[in-house]
């Protein structure tokens, strides 16, 4: 959990801001400094050359060095908030259209949740994910995916802590692929970044699962039942 935690930026909040053109002054070096190896580490997952997790604990040691504080300095945080709207008990999410942004190897999103809200538990195939909380703060709870059936999840529970601003999550196929958010009392607004692993091969949706009646298996385990979307939102949309 220490070292989920210590990592304060994500790939896609870094390469945003920088490719938008809104880092300033003596914070510009830094982060053109930090580009290279960031996107090195994307490129190198893209390609086989690490592993999943080996690219989640690679990103925690290369952000753990850049200072929160230069960045969130950089960033026009009331136009991005401005825009944000809720339906249907679903959080908020807008994709970051930047300039240059047609280079990036990954996708960065702008989420938000209303108070009272969640990002309702879920896993990806195919895919990896980061959420770094910018504002407000969330419990937020990660579960390694340990067996797959067609109408049950086993997931065993690896995190649940209060994450503060700069705190940040990933998930992949290989480590933690189960996450859940839910804002504790104000909204919570997070910087995204999905990865597809590998672009030849279909990226399935959103696996929503239900963790809390889950059957308890010992030892940690949980069999979920699998959901569909409109009832993950109802059992886990508000808190």
């Known amino acids: 959990m220490t070292q989920l935690m210590s990592s304060m930026f994500s790939v896609s909040f870094v390469q945003a801001i920088a490719r938008a053109g809104v880092v300033e002054g003596n914070v510009r070096p ?35 060095r850049v200072a929160r504080t230069d960045l969130l300095r950089a960033i026009d945080y009331q136009r991005l908030i401005e825009r944000v709207s809720f339906a249907d008990h679903h959080e908020y999410q807008a994709r970051l259209h930047l300039p240059g942004g047609e280079s990036l190897t990954f996708s960065p999103w ?9 990002v309702v538990p879920h896993g990806h195939h195919n895919l990896v994910t980061m959420h770094m909380i910018l504002n407000g703060k969330a419990r937020g709870r990660q579960f390694e995916r340990v067996h797959d059936e067609p109408e049950f999840m086993t997931i065993q529970p690896t995190l649940d802590a209060v994450l503060k601003p700069g705190a940040v999550s990933t998930i992949s196929d290989e480590h933690n692929n189960v996450h859940w958010f839910a804002a504790i009392g104000g909204p919570v607004h997070t910087f995204n970044m999905q990865l597809v692993v590998d672009p030849t091969e279909r990226v399935a949706g959103r696996d929503y699962i239900d963790p809390a009646h889950g059957e308890k298996l010992g030892n940690g385990l949980i069999r979920a039942r699998r959901l569909e979307q409109q009832e993950a939102y109802q059992l886990y949309g508000r808190s």
């Open 30 to 64: 830094v982060v053109d400094g930090w580009l290279t190896e960031l996107d090195e580490l994307c490129i190198a997952l893209r390609n086989g050359a690490i592993t999943q997790a080996g690219w989640q604990k690679q990103i925690d040691a290369s952000l753990s």
């Open 110 to 118: 702008f989420f938000a949740i209303d108070k009272g809200g969640a």
